[in-house]
């Protein structure tokens, strides 16, 4: 008798768990539907249209939206101030998330080893010659300076016989003026592309009275004095005329004022100009 009772008590002991289980397992759940009832969101940065590669963000092409946590991604913005300003490095499509690998800073392009082509001024070209510690002025020119370059020429006469004579370093001229220098070796400016430029709205180099002003960089570069380029920035048609100067003279690089971008007619220099006049001949020895 006693044993029956004791396997009776065990039985019900067991399905009072069970029912204890699961009662518990059911105000749980309830629990969370009630507190989950209203799926918890945050906000993400989404494009409102179609925003093609290479383009600058505005604020009408993008906007904040709530949404399920676990929708989001990690790398999407959650201010529009993060975005606005930056360019797309490759097409963003709408409704979709604004990530950090899709857009790029304009400021900071040096320290961040971005693309030479996100720092080129709108309307210009950027051209790199050879350059030595001589020619980029003891190797000081720093990325963001503005230059002018000038040339020293060989020149071939003909005379009315028909006779040539070859002058060596014969003249010398400045080709271009007021040149921003993007990037020396692989250090790049600084400095945000839409800044303006000195140049014509044709496209021609500006005149004195046209130039704007020098953009400012936002930081200053260390010297490289082994540097053996200087990439410069420049119209389309001055561009053909560096190239045809570095091919056929000798190029120096005179770095400007910070803030002087006048440009002069400048005379070009022949070497008879160096002679004083009334120079002596040297003493017969």
């Given at each position: 008798?006693?044993?029956?009772?004791?396997?009776?008590?065990?039985?019900?002991?067991?399905?009072?768990?069970?029912?204890?289980?699961?009662?518990?397992?059911?105000?749980?759940?309830?629990?969370?539907?009630?507190?989950?009832?209203?799926?918890?969101?945050?906000?993400?940065?989404?494009?409102?249209?179609?925003?093609?590669?290479?383009?600058?963000?505005?604020?009408?092409?993008?906007?904040?939206?709530?949404?399920?946590?676990?929708?989001?991604?990690?790398?999407?913005?959650?201010?529009?101030?993060?975005?606005?300003?930056?360019?797309?490095?490759?097409?963003?499509?709408?409704?979709?998330?604004?990530?950090?690998?899709?857009v790029v800073a304009l400021e900071g392009v040096a320290e961040t080893g971005e693309s030479l082509s996100y720092i080129i001024p709108e309307g210009k070209?950027?051209?790199?010659?050879?350059?030595?510690?001589?020619?980029?002025?003891?190797?000081?020119?720093?990325?963001?300076?503005?230059?002018?370059?000038?040339?020293?020429?060989?020149?071939?006469?003909?005379?009315?016989?028909?006779?040539?004579?070859?002058?060596?370093?014969?003249?010398?001229?400045?080709?271009?003026?007021?040149?921003?220098?993007?990037?020396?070796?692989?250090?790049?400016?600084?400095?945000?592309?839409?800044?303006?430029?000195?140049?014509?709205?044709?496209?021609?180099?500006?005149?004195?009275?046209?130039?704007?002003?020098?953009?400012?960089?936002?930081?200053?570069?260390?010297?490289?004095?082994?540097?053996?380029?200087?990439?410069?920035?420049?119209?389309?048609?001055?561009?053909?005329?560096?190239?045809?100067?570095?091919?056929?003279?000798?190029?120096?690089?005179?770095?400007?004022?910070?803030?002087?971008?006048?440009?002069?007619?400048?005379?070009?220099?022949?070497?008879?100009?160096?002679?004083?006049?009334?120079?002596?001949?040297?003493?017969?020895?």
């Amino acid at each position: 008798m006693s044993r029956r009772l004791l396997l009776l008590a065990l039985v019900a002991g067991i399905v009072a768990a069970i029912l204890v289980y699961v009662a518990l397992s059911r105000e749980s759940g309830g629990t969370g539907n009630s507190a989950g009832g209203t799926a918890s969101t945050v906000p993400a940065v989404v494009a409102k249209q179609d925003i093609p590669a290479r383009t600058k963000i505005t604020t009408d092409m993008v906007g904040l939206r709530q949404m399920p946590a676990d929708d989001r991604s990690e790398l999407a913005y959650t201010d529009l101030s993060e975005v606005v300003g930056r360019v797309t490095r490759y097409p963003v499509a709408t409704n979709e998330q604004v990530l950090s690998t899709k857009v790029v800073a304009l400021e900071g392009v040096a320290e961040t080893g971005e693309s030479l082509s996100y720092i080129i001024p709108e309307g210009k070209r950027a051209i790199s010659i050879g350059v030595s510690e001589v020619v980029s002025s003891g190797g000081l020119v720093l990325p963001g300076d503005y230059v002018d370059v000038i040339g020293v020429f060989d020149v071939e006469f003909t005379s009315a016989t028909g006779q040539t004579q070859q002058q060596d370093k014969y003249f010398s001229r400045v080709i271009l003026q007021n040149i921003e220098v993007l990037a020396v070796a692989q250090t790049l400016v600084d400095a945000p592309p839409e800044a303006g430029t000195a140049t014509e709205a044709d496209g021609a180099p500006a005149t004195a009275e046209s130039a704007s002003e020098q953009r400012a960089r936002n930081t200053d570069a260390d010297p490289e004095p082994k540097a053996d380029t200087v990439t410069v920035s420049v119209t389309s048609q001055e561009a053909q005329l560096l190239f045809l100067a570095e091919e056929n003279g000798t190029l120096r690089l005179a770095v400007r004022p910070y803030g002087d971008a006048e440009v002069q007619d400048v005379p070009f220099v022949v070497e008879t100009e160096l002679i004083p006049p009334n120079l002596p001949p040297p003493a017969a020895r």
